[in-house]
């Protein structure tokens, strides 16, 4: 059969498309017929956007030989790489800057699927197809017919079709283009990855079905009422039964109810009947406001506990499940999180469905960034070019259009990192128009032109502290604006640090109205040799690297550290205690919620083991209440140990997103302090030809290394000062002067020498004199190692004088030794995850049991990890270690070099060594990857210290 040839300048054309229906609200029909086109798709790709022409749209086109793929999906992510690979750039355009032009080698996917008609679809009425997301670009036929273009990869386009519909052998064509005007728009720090990668569906459209509708819900905190109003294109009736309304649409109603809040997210069940459709409704009764300067809702500020959430998923990459956006929603209601800003656009309908039903604010964003523009000052932006702005007004009315129903909005925001412009100002102003009942969003503009929030990213604390207290000075509208940090704590590698510090800030200051950390998980792509892959690991020409993997969960979705300690610096109970005079002062830390939902429970450890526990009433204190509480007696018969109080608050019944007894405060305070550990030096070091010997070790009698502890073999400690950079070590390119992952390089720290200065045997120790130093500099460490024993026991103490101008801080301070084997860990401190001078909240005091493959934290690109706080004690390989004072411990099966040249955790391979690290000092983690290093009180300095390890055989 013969085809029309159809033009291909659509894919360089600034306007969004043609052919396409109005945006309207996304929903569920409760009765009219949806068939989804999702499943297995033939696939064809080309590697321009001409190589083939259109026949294929064509009735009766063979494509027997085309592969098959699965809609939704990316196709550079299925049929390992036949169909090309994913591409990284952090900001950076993949293509020549010269819009709306796009290069001529762009991966074009021809997807076809051919589909009957269910039995039961009826024979009247019309009928759309919508398209859920597709990127970039794409031109659609159904039945040879072309029913037109589109882009705004992230945002739904419906097409009417019915009259094209037959009951068997519907061939729908849809022609997919990698690159377009529309990639100019959508320069997002992720994958750039082509396809149909959400829902297709058919959806029936009976005569007098529901067409576009807006749910108006709002509450009166004075008067406890809520007033519904329906408008509908399509008159109708609404009910909503527990509240006994039924009122026609355009018609609104107050009756008393219970207000949705993220904390409280109490939904009715409503229906919107036409006359050919019933369609339900999830009401939430809530109203946001700019009120003295603050963001409130249903009267009150709010405190956003967020964090920003790409859609990703380690196989599928955008195309995401059900089940797995709910395990989003679930792991952030589970780890405290009260906010979600959707980075950088709008995510599939179903994940905020899920926002309503379980409690989360919501930014929804805009798909749109243009950052790649910055690299030549901004000029040509398409932002601030008339020509695109139709484009961004269909991008903005595409998202409000469609999640307008949703109560867990309360921003829309116009987009990401795109400068300033006319069109920002235009997207605004037509949102502004149409929904007045929620605020904008856009952190591009510091002058809040746009703007109902003054919101920064990666702010530092000292500024942030500056805008608390509003000497930040700024454009008149600013300076009576709220501010929220729309992204900090960047989460990449081990980190982010000083988190805690924020959130003090945040509380402390009323126009701090909190954040959202970046981001919600890395976005690494399974990979058969490398584990996981970032940047780069494609060949692709121009990459980021692993600035992709920067989330609080793993690409698997496991909790990383910081999701853990995230959880604990924004708990919205306080649990503060007072050892010495048996209270605990409990404060509610919820803006809505009081704390009946909660039961409390304290224990009483004895060295870190639990001998006593019971519940604690508490009363269901209101928001911001505080109340003391007094624990019962301390048990006895703890003399001469160390004692502490842990309360904890737990969930008191099953909620929607969590059990019974699920943790969600807690606080631990001391009771009686921990006696150090004494060796009394009773015992005098001996000497043979080749060996020294003193209490339970021996020694190399011409280097004095230790050799043997007990029957167990070591490889000897050493000072140690090197640790393996984080990316929050190495920080950003932007932030020269602080970067110390380099400048610990540059100074030599990974490549310190130990010269020995003397052996000397005393009376009562043996003492080893060195000093620490790197090639090429005067700087060194005066290191001394002196060891006593009372006949079991052995004790080292390390004296470290630093020698010359310490130009840097240290990356760590303590010995590293070598054991032959170990496998069990056991020991009291800080656990049971890992923690560092700035990430160390949530780690609690207690006994901990794991093993050395479990001390690792994962980080996709290998890095400093799994460091233990606090430890009074480990026992490990055989040995015993009470530390004087309470150390960082770790453990790994290579040595810090090794983990410092690996690029894939897949390039760690065991070696016949434990390495085990007793620290003394760990510098900060920070947020230097994207924001500032460690505050200065996390800086590990190179100063005069002395500590101590006993060392004897495990009991
Ligand atoms: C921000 C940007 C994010 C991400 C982050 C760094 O500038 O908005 O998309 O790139 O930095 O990871």
Redesign the pocket.
Known sequence: MSFRTTSVDYVEDVSPGSGALPPRAWYASSDAKALSLNGSWRLRVSATIDAEDDSFAGEGYDAGDWAEVSVPGHWVLQGDGAFGSPIYT??LYPFPVDPPHVPTENPTGDHLRVFDLPADWPGDGGAVIRFDGVESCARVWLNGTDIGEFKGSRLPHEFAVGHLLKPTGNVLAVRVHQWSAGSYLED??QWWLPGIFRDVTLLHRPAGSVGDFFVHASFDHVTGEGTLRVDSDVDGRVSVPALDIDVATGESVTVAVEPWSAETPKLYDGELVTAGERVPLRIGFRTVVLEDGLIKVNGRAILFKGV?RHEWHPEKGRALDLATMREDVLLMKRHNLNAVRT??YPPHPAFLDLCDEYGLWVIDECDL?T?GFTEQAWRDNPVDDDRWTPALLDRAARMVERDKNHPSIVFWSLG??AGTGRGLTAMAEWIHGRDSSRLVHY?GDWDCRDTDVYSR??AFHDEVEKIGQGLDGGTHKRRDLPFIQC?YG?A?GNGPGGLADYQELFEKYDRLQGGFI??WIDHGIKHPELGYAYGGDFGEELHDGN?VC?GLIFPDRTPSPGLVEYKKVIEPVRIEGDGADGTVRVTNKYDFADLSGLAFEWSFQVDGKTVEAGALSVPALAPGESADVKLPEPPADAQGAETQWTVRALLAADTAWGQKDHEVAWGQFPASARPLPTVAATDRPTASEKLIYLGPASFDARTGALKTIGGVEVTAPRLDVWRAPTDNDDGAEWQTDTRYGMLWRKYGLHRMRHRLDAVELGDDALTVRTRVAPAAWEVGLATVYRWTSDGTRLKLTVSVTPEGDWKVPLPRLGIRFGLPQADAVRWFGGGPGEAYPDTRLASMVGRWNSTVDELQTPYVRPQENGARADVRWVELGGLRIDGDPEFWFSARRWTSEQLDAAAHLTDLTPGDTVWVNLDHGQHGIGSQS?GPGPLPQYHLRAEPTEFSFVFSTAR
């Open positions: 952090n900001h997002q720090d920003n980075s950088h960034e950052h990401n990192e952190e990213m990666y992204e960047h990449m970046w981001e600035f920067d994207c």
